[in-house]
Nanobody
């Protein structure tokens, strides 16, 4: 069983930066596609960034070059560096992992494993 644990969230100022981590255990995820999603109360979970096993990255349009996703397979860890934060970035951020590449990388239902989430709050 795969266990994902996010860390690094917190209360931040608009324009600031933060780095999120997602540590995986239970299985080596080097062959998995991994992704970051976010969710605010009352809204659907939203794709933020994804990275394939080969390291190819995909970002949501709203990221606009502000976020960078990376992975360290030796550490079984996924990262999301966020800069130029906006109040609209306030959300719970989740990491996810999946083995299949059949579905679009942004498809929430295609992911097999999820972390518990970490809160990012951006104030103006």
């Amino acid at each position: 069983q795969v266990h994902l644990v996010e860390s690094g969230g917190g209360l931040l100022q608009a324009g600031g930066s933060v780095s999120l981590s997602c540590a995986a255990s239970g299985r080596t995820l080097s062959s998995y596609t991994m992704a970051w999603f976010r969710q605010v109360p009352g809204k659907q979970r939203q794709f933020v960034a994804g990275i394939t096993a080969m390291g190819a990255t995909t970002y949501a349009d709203f990221v606009k070059g502000r976020f960078t996703s990376s992975r360290d397979n030796a550490k079984n860890t996924l990262y999301l560096q966020m800069k130029s934060l906006e109040v609209e970035d306030t959300a719970v951020y989740y990491c996810a992992a999946r083995q299949s590449n059949y579905y679009n990388i942004a498809t929430v239902s295609a992911y097999d494993y999820w972390g518990q989430g970490t809160q990012v709050t951006v104030s103006s």
